[in-house]
Every structure is written in C-alpha cells, then in structure tokens.
C-alpha cells in the first residue's frame, strides 16, 4: 500500500539556519504530495502542495519539489525563524485533494534564538 | 477561515468505560469528515471515513463495534471508543472536507489525546 517516509526529528536548529526535512513516498498512482504543518495547540494546517511531477509548491518561505524520479517532496527554508518551531507531516493522497491522506510520522522543528 | 473544533483536547478515562469525542465544523458544513489515530512516534492512520446520513466506511483492521462513528449533522461528527482499554491510549484527530466549485479543501481539528487507566 501506499506509505510515507520522513526524517526522524527533533531537528534543533538556530535562527536563521538552513531547514531540510525529507520525505519519501511509495505509491502505486500518481498520487498529489502535501507538507501540513501543526503549532503547539492547534490543529494540522496545510503548508504547500504539488499535484504532479516538478510542480513545486511554496508557502511562507517553505519549499517542497515534487521528484517522481527519486519519489521524494523534501522540505526546504532557507533561513528558519523560532516562529517555525512545529511538528512538520509529509502526506500524500492518490485520488486527488480532498480525499484520505497517508501520513508520514512527523518531524518536530525546534528552532533556537 | 474556515474552522474545525474538536473536543475534548485531552481526556482520561478508565479501563472499561467508553469516551465520545466531537469533530465539528463551525462556519461550514461538510458532507465528509475523516478520523485518524496517532501512535507515538507513529504516523497518522486514517481510521474510517465518515458520511453524514449514512454508515462510517472503515479502514482495513479498525474494530467498528469498538470506534462507533456517527455524523448525524452536516457540522458535527463523533468518534466513540467503546470498552476502551489502555492499548487505546493515542491521539485522536479528525478532518472535514469543504466542497467548492474549485475543488475540495481539508481542514483539520486540534486533535484529542485519550489515556486510558
């Protein structure tokens, strides 16, 4: 079935630093890619998306690039603020937007001032 | 934006005894609502897939005698765990899909932790 792989965290990192979290998925279609960000004491909130191959999706800074060629949707920020500290979750659904999601396990994001 | 409430945030319970927890949406309705469960350090799994009027679709190895699904509403659905044991100690978060003319858009709940004792 259907499965996502993320880095493990937490990953500590100072302000200002560079911000890489992997992601790996097996999926039998051409499924849509999604990073969904939860803050302490809310609910998960999407970040960014892409829908098909070399789509690039991007939100408040956050970058992800859709590689079927290596099946991956990394997490990219180039230079991360305490505010980003969260848990960060890989998901991706193979029948479009709006349908059940397959969640990697999370990565907690703590970013130090 | 649009908002889903889920409630309880945390609640205990005892070893035998069964826990509701709501997922509402509160300034749309929604046709769908999804369940998932999180194990620590565990990804999300996606529990059952709720519809409003009718019965909960479940994932393959979910118990639907002991995760009772009802979505009487289009704002409201509820997981109960029944006879809840310690081994159902997790966190709980649900989902609700928002139907629009451009396509579908998921919002989810603050998530529930249950412990059971």
């Known amino acids: 079935g259907d499965s996502v792989t993320q880095m493990e965290g937490p990953v500590t990192l100072s302000e200002e630093a560079f911000l890489t979290i992997n992601c790996t998925y097996t999926a039998t279609g051409y499924p849509s890619l999604f990073w969904y960000v939860q803050y302490p004491g809310e609910g998960l909130q999407l970040l960014l998306k892409a829908t098909k191959a070399d789509d690039k999706g991007s939100n408040k800074g956050f970058e992800a690039t859709y590689r079927k060629e290596t099946t991956s949707f990394h997490l990219e920020k180039g230079s991360v603020q305490v505010s980003d500290s969260a848990v960060y979750f890989c998901?991706?659904?193979?029948?479009?937007?709006?349908?059940?999601?397959?969640f990697g396990a999370g990565t907690i994001l703590r970013v130090k001032s | 934006g649009a908002v889903v409430s889920q409630h309880p945030s945390r609640v205990i319970c005892k070893s035998g005894t069964s826990v509701k927890i709501e997922c509402r949406s509160l300034d749309f309705q929604a046709t769908t609502m999804f369940w998932y469960r999180q194990f620590p350090k565990q990804s999300l799994m996606l529990m059952a897939t709720s519809n409003e009027g009718s019965k909960a679709t479940y994932e393959q190895g979910v118990e639907k005698d002991k995760f009772l699904i009802n979505h009487a509403s289009l704002t409201l659905s509820t997981l109960t765990v029944t006879s809840a044991h310690p081994e159902d100690s997790s966190f709980y978060i649900c989902s609700a899909s928002l139907s629009r003319s451009s396509g579908n858009t998921i919002y989810f709940g603050e998530g529930s932790w249950l412990t059971v004792v």
């Open positions: 998901a991706l659904s193979d029948r479009g937007y709006g349908n059940k999601l397959v």
